[in-house]
């Protein structure tokens, strides 16, 4: 009787190992410990800044995200553009070190509707990533008088995937975008930056808004104030990685012909 039971405690304590070692490789995970004491020490200075910093140097990288369905979660800290830099460092702030909070923050910046990704629900127009988050008080918009309203065709991604022959529903992309004209489009005119800097926080997230009237925005990034002005921490197409802007804000824009002025969002923990 002994020998059966201490035979069948081998067996459990094997089955039990080979569980605990399928298990724990079926975890993903993506954020070092030094990422983590990063974060942490964001979270206690309540500024995201000092963890967008770490990934400086980072290579930029286009086109990382599927191109058509079926839609894969694309996941990486090693290299960024300048939108999935935004969403995997305000992500990240607000994952607690924790991977499995991450990619749920991540999804839920991504895509419109978390239980349902596809092509069709990524939020492909920064501006209808923003409106959701508005709505879910993650971030704030920024207002001044300085604002303009203007109208967006936002037909620019139904158009350009129309003859691509890509397994991706046009209809569901034009009803987005038909919902998207619904929505009031402010902005802040290029010339009227200048006079709006005084209103600005560390770590607001500015857009670059397009003078192309089916497209919203052309470039975004965090604002962080250095040399007693507003630059840029962004992933940069032009210098190919994570950088700061060598040009102030206002400086930028002029450098920046397509630019029609700029969008400044808040994340609500910035008081």
Known sequence: MMVLLRKSMRLLILLL???????????????????????????????????????LGKPYVANALSAENPEKLYLSLEDFDCVTFIENVMSLYHSKGQDSLFKKNLIHWRYAQPKDIRFETRNHYFFAA???????????????????????????????????????????????????RLKPFTFIPSINVS????????GD????????????????????????????????????????????????????????????FRPNFIK
Not at 28 to 53: G, M, T
Request: with cysteine; proline share 3%; hydrophobic share 40%.
């Open 130 to 180: 923003m409106e959701q988050l508005i709505e879910d008080q993650w971030i704030v918009p920024i207002t001044t008088p300085e604002g303009r309203q203007i109208k967006k065709s936002f037909r620019f991604l139904s158009q350009f995937y129309r003859n691509k022959n890509k397994n991706i529903s046009i209809p569901a992309l034009e009803q987005v975008e038909s919902q998207l």
């Open 17 to 55: 190992g080979v569980f605990l070692f399928q298990y724990g490789n079926a975890q993903e995970k993506w954020i070092p410990l030094d990422l983590q004491s990063r974060i942490a020490l964001a979270q206690k200075n309540q500024n995201h800044v000092i963890l967008a910093e770490y990934f």
């Open 205 to 264: 997230i500015v857009t670059f808004v397009s003078k192309r009237n089916d497209l919203d925005v052309q470039h975004t990034g965090f604002l962080t104030y250095r040399k007693s002005n507003w630059y840029v921490l962004h992933a940069s197409q032009e210098v190919k990685k994570v950088c700061i802007s060598d040009k102030n804000v206002v400086e930028y824009l002029k450098s920046h012909p397509s630019f029609l002025g700029i969008q400044v």
């Open 195 to 202: 006079k709006v800097l005084s209103s600005l926080k560390e």
